[in-house]
């Protein structure tokens, strides 16, 4: 068997039953070629053919493999339940959340200053 390698590709999602059975038809002709010879079996030559086989079946292994991480990861997408998209703060959204600046006394802008100290120490402690 060679090295192998991982690869990443996307294709559409109404492509991926076709891709999974392309890849199990490879499979499955690997495996019709995996045949024992007719030969005495305490032999060199025997010892050299399962060995052969072995290495097709490991290759058979790993792409079989492929295939169920691929059809697991399918049924957990078609399974979760749908996630509303996440809402981004807009820029007035921020400011109404916060007092104008030029509004505040210098003990008021120091305070807001030290709440958001305490509050980011905090999330670097739980993090």
Known sequence: ???RVNIHYSIDLNELELEVDRMIKQVADKLERCEIQDMPSLTLEMMEELSHIRTQLADIDHSLADVVNIISSYINYKTQPETPPETEMT???IKEGL????ALNLDQLESLIGNFK???EANEVSD
């Open 1 to 3: 068997m060679g090295q």
């Open 99 to 102: 007092p104008d600046p030029r």
């Open 118 to 120: 305490k509050s980011s």
């Open 91 to 93: 820029e007035e959204a």
